[in-house]
């Protein structure tokens, strides 16, 4: 067994993770990153729409500072999250914007004189400063009070995970990627490294590490539709949920996106809307400004998400094989823009639907598109439950978003927070000695290897690890999704516990040699399986509706006994369900509970007796 | 009636003793919108589990995906069967080391080419937290934009006759990367610098120019005019360089 040595290990090569290595590089430690694809591949590169910092440089971004940009992540996360986290966010992010322009990003700029833009469909003039020319500019992105979006044409997550991945490789960081974390080897107070398996031969190999990280980005693989990327499937969260010790915050917080096409769910960035794209009706009408006249369809995307579920559910959807869906109208922005600005989304119509979006409509659906819950840390990035166990990007709750992320504020947390974590990383290091002890080291490379054996042996029993996980998909689809009520709920938690069931006897149909994709499906399932029940019981106890977590029998958000996050652990592996634990959503609230001004208003005020 | 497509698949994992390399073949019905995505992925989950091949976003932006699709290399993610004949043969991606049937590694080879070119800004600069950005007319980021698209997928690799017969050669995508560098203001580097990487046979100059490269990229990245650009220059600066001497 190949034994791999280093100060820091990163599991997960996307923008966060690789930030996080990069600090580290720069501190003189050892850092490796594993990855299950080449590291410019990970998901963050499918990004289009952009980063969210409050530069400020275009007119359209006038007034913003650090406060607004706060505000806005505040109020869209429905008070859900942390507010010192969020204030610490908002306050580093214009320069991680700047850090990235000087390492190689190709931002896109300031260009002085008048050019027209477009907003809920119609037509204005604005007018960019001669002396900002050639300063980081910025564009609308749903959910926020001023431009703010930073942003490369529409590959800013491709552009900045090539310059940040070129960074690491001039500092020496490592990049083992097709290479799968397993399991986390810890002592149930501090972890020491994790247990992989190759892709590319099948082996284990056990990694040690002063600190590890958990970087791996969102699970949205455990929904049926989703915009997310087929390796985003909760490895990670598997992982630290296994331990017993860490738990997942606030895993019923999903998020939706209003514009996945149909019917390959893939993403058309918000940008769209941003840019003035509209949304229209079996009627080729418009409906998002009549249930929001002031926003329209740059309301957030859990209420643009809402508001279309609702308008399908009048019987106002366009009728497909594939279900109902709505039309994306952008042909109004004309071909120049479309084919520049938005060449991205111009391509997906064309390769994928066959469809030029220059001259016609784009069928979309909402669809699971974030994952705002994860491994719960503190602001620093520490791991509850571990020593020497950190976490930043998707994968984590670091919690700025609550129970709701705008668009353009995840791709900037990967680069803030991991610039933080990073360093707070280096300071673990250099602050200390770690003992490793053997025997804790032999008996999780013992447990992985028996894990893998019964999968391939077939002694747990011969269900088919495909079937089981759309089992999984499909309850999760069906009972926890948009809109959300008991009944629903409490169907989708029984079925996902026979699930469990069914996941505890896969074997698998080949040998499982080498990398073996059905091995790899089949590792992963009973986890999968966990995660989605953390998901939706959480979404059943809690009794109210926040941010993108919408209970229609419970439509007021509860300030009064709800506004906490929810600890889900698994304490042991046989377990048929988790434990459900709460706390504070803030330590202290800069910006007391209000009205977010678009979306539902029914509150329940924590000032308000029974 | 719906087509019935049959997939002519190469298979071989180096990992498991009993497997030669060989060719297998699966038969699906073709449904609205399939793409080599949907039915590998229905042919791996139906039929044969341990079929590899790689797949990441399924939406033509991460690269992961390159094959050879009926001779041509090409992202299979990005592959309507619609314009595809009923009988469909699919091989692994060459030059690139095989993992297993459709599946082969381009993260090792691509992390080299990383080092080869050095592929990061040069520069003498150190950040300051405390400063306003360095502009930039956007227009040059523009011209970064349109270089810096590649998607490392490998395609024109794999189609480059000279990759094909030495290992060596760094390929298309190399030399994009370094014309990438070459246009961005911020890399301190010269022509000299530059030269010292390509001006040789594994370089610009082992280049024969036949643009397979061009046509195959599914990023349709000006390749020809960037072989171009480098050759001229290059050229140049080799010249200059015998007369220093
Ligand atoms: C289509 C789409 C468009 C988006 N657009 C925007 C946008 O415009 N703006 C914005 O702010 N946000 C956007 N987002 C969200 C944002 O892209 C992601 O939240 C963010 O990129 C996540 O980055 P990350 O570094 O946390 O994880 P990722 O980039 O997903 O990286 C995860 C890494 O972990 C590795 N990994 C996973 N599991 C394992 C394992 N078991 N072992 C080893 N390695 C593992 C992967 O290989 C990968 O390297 C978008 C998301 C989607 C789906
Ligand atoms: S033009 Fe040069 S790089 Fe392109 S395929 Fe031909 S030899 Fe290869
Ligand atoms: S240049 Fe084109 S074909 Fe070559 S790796 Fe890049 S995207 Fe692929
Ligand atoms: S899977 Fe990403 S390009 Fe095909």
Known sequence: ?610 | MPRLLKFNIFRYNPQDPGSKPHMDSFVLEETDSMTLFIALNRIREEQDPSLQFDFCCRAGICGSCGMVVNGRPGLACHTKTVDLPGDVTLLPLPVFRLVGDLSVDTGAWFREMYNKVESWIHTSKSFDQSAVEERMDNEVAEQIYELDRCVECGCCVAACGTARLRDDFLGAVALNRIARFAVDPRDERTDRDYYEIIGNDRGIFGCMGLLACEDVCPKNLPLQNQLGFLRRKMGITAIKTLFRR
């Open chain 1, 1 to 610: 067994m190949q034994t791999i040595y280093t100060d820091v290990l990163v599991i997960g090569a996307g923008l966060a993770g690789e930030r996080a290595a990069i600090e580290a590089g720069q501190a003189g430690l050892s850092a490796i990153c594993l990855s299950l694809v080449p590291a410019r591949r990970s998901h963050s590169s499918a990004a289009q729409g952009g980063m969210q910092a409050a530069l400020g440089n275009s007119v359209m971004g006038e007034g913003d500072s650090p406060d607004v940009h706060f505000q806005d992540t505040v109020k869209g996360s429905d008070w859900g999250c942390d507010q010192e986290v969020a204030r610490l966010f908002a306050e580093t992010a214009p320069v991680e914007m700047r850090r990235l322009a000087f390492w190689g990003v190709p931002w896109n700029r300031v260009v002085p004189g008048p050019s027209i833009y477009y907003k809920a469909g119609k037509e204005y003039e604005k007018v960019e400063s001669q002396e900002r020319r050639g300063l980081i500019t910025a564009r609308s992105f749903g959910g926020t009070a001023k431009w703010r979006t930073c942003y490369v044409s529409d590959g800013t997550g491709h552009s900045v995970l090539f310059t940040v991945d070129n960074r690491c490789a001039e500092l020496g960081v490592e990049v083992h990627d097709k290479t799968e974390a397993l399991s986390l080897i810890h002592d149930g107070r501090t972890c020491f490294g994790a247990v992989s398996r190759s892709l590319r031969s099948g082996e284990l190999r056990v990694y040690l590490a002063k600190a590890t990280m958990i970087a791996t980005g969102g699970f949205g693989r455990i929904y049926q539709n989703t915009t997310n990327a087929v390796i985003c499937d909760g490895g990670g969260h598997i992982a630290a949920l296994d331990t017993g010790v860490v738990p997942m915050g606030n895993m019923e917080a999903v998020q939706f996106h209003p514009t996945g096409i149909v019917p390959t769910d893939i993403l058309v960035t918000e940008g769209c809307r941003g840019d003035g794209g509209t949304l229209l009706d079996v009627n080729e009408e418009r409906f998002m400004d009549k249930y929001e006249p002031e926003k329209a369809e740059l309301a957030s995307r859990d209420v643009v998400s809402r508001w279309m579920t609702h308008h399908i559910r009048q019987g106002l959807g366009v009728k497909s094989p594939y279900g109902d869906h709505l039309w994306l109208d952008i042909r109004h922005l004309g071909e120049a823009h479309i084919t520049g600005k938005l060449r991205e989304v111009y391509e997906i119509c064309t390769s994928f639907l066959g469809l030029d979006p220059i001259r016609q409509l784009i069928p979309v659906r909402p669809t699971q598109h974030y994952s705002m819950g994860g491994v719960r840390t503190d602001k620093n990035g520490a791991v509850y439950g571990l020593k020497g166990l950190f976490a930043a990007g998707e994968a984590a709750c670091w919690d700025m978003h609550g129970f709701n992320r705008l668009g353009g504020n995840s791709l900037a947390e990967t680069v803030v927070a991991g610039g933080i974590v990073g360093r707070r990383i280096v300071d673990h290091v250099q602050g200390g000695e770690v003992l490793f002890n053997s025997a804790v080291i032999d008996a999780e490379v013992k447990r992985q290897r028996e894990r893998l054996d019964g999968l391939i042996s077939g002694r747990n029993g011969s269900e088919n690890v495909y079937k089981v996980r759309a089992a999984m998909q499909q309850a999760l689809q069906k009972g926890c999704n948009i809109f959300r009520d008991e009944t629903g709920l409490s169907e989708c938690v029984a079925s996902l516990e026979e699930i469990l069931e069914r996941a505890r006897r896969v074997g698998l149909k080949t040998n499982g040699a080498g990398a073996s994709p059905e091995l790899y499906a089949a590792l992963r399932i009973q986890g999968q399986v966990k995660l989605a029940l953390c998901v939706a019981l959480g979404a059943l106890k809690r009794t109210e509706s926040r941010g993108s977590h919408n209970r229609e029998d419970y439509p007021a958000r509860n300030d009064r006994d709800w506004l906490v996050r929810t600890l889900a652990y698994w304490r042991n592996p046989d377990d048929g369900l988790p434990v459900l634990e709460y706390e504070p959503a803030s330590p202290s609230y800069e910006l007391p509970p209000g009205d977010r001004g678009y979306g539902k208003s029914e509150i329940i005020s924590a000032e308000q007796g029974d």
